[in-house]
Each structure stands twice: as C-alpha cells, then as structure tokens.
C-alpha cells in the first residue's frame, strides 16, 4: 500500500558529503513524522534524526551540526544531508514516515529498504 525508495547512499572519504532522499508513495492521506535511522555491523538500529510535518527536527547527538533533515510535503519526500561524514558514521540508513491511509485511519509507521553508505578514513 505504502512504499518508501531510498537513494543517494553510496562510498565517501572522511570528512566528505553524501544527501539521502526518501520517497513515500502509494495510498497516501496524510503523513506525519518522518526520520532517519541506521544500523551498523554488529550494532542495533539507532536514531539518526526526525521531522515533524510542521518541520520541527531532533537529532542525534552524534550528528548534531553536521548532518540535516529537511521534508518537502508535497512531494512526500524527507532527506538527509550528511556533511563532514566520519568513518563511525559508516551504516545502512533507513527511512521511515508516518502514514494515514485515509481520513479515519490512524498513524502506521513504514520503513525503506535502506540505503548503504560507507566512510573511509
């Protein structure tokens, strides 16, 4: 019913750039928060950052003042720019939103297939 596409992950140097996008598309009323999670080799899922549908963000410490999310609702679409990229930033990155199905449907959240992004020191 809903689908998310990730793209723009990829290889990078230290201290490089990389920008992600997310596209929901599919049976789609209105969409709630959005974000941005990663999971490291060996390491749970973690929290990268997330935005509201009114654009308020929360980020991860670790990616405060380098990385930054941004939405276009009516495109559906969330994205991360990734500056100043750090070899532990190395994960697969996953993103999800908030999704109504209509207008008397609660909130289901739904995930991307994730997108690999490597740093090399």
């Known amino acids: 019913q809903v689908q998310l596409v990730e793209s723009g992950g990829g290889l990078v140097q230290a201290g490089g750039s990389l920008r992600l996008s997310c596209a929901a598309s599919?049976?789609?009323?209105?969409?709630?928060?959005m974000g941005w999670y990663r999971q490291a080799p060996g390491k749970q899922r973690e929290l990268v950052a997330t935005i509201t549908s009114g654009a308020a963000t929360n980020y991860a410490d670790s990616v405060k003042g380098r990385f930054t999310i941004s939405r276009d609702n009516a495109k559906n679409t969330v994205y991360l720019q990734m500056n100043s990229l750090k070899p532990e930033d190395t994960a697969v990155y996953y993103c999800?939103?908030?999704?109504?199905?209509?207008?008397?449907?609660?909130?289901?959240?739904?995930w991307g297939q994730g997108t690999q992004v490597t740093v090399s020191s």
């Open positions: 999800n939103a908030d999704v109504a199905l209509n207008y008397r449907s609660i909130y289901y959240r739904y």
């Open positions: 599919g049976t789609i009323f209105s969409v709630s928060t």
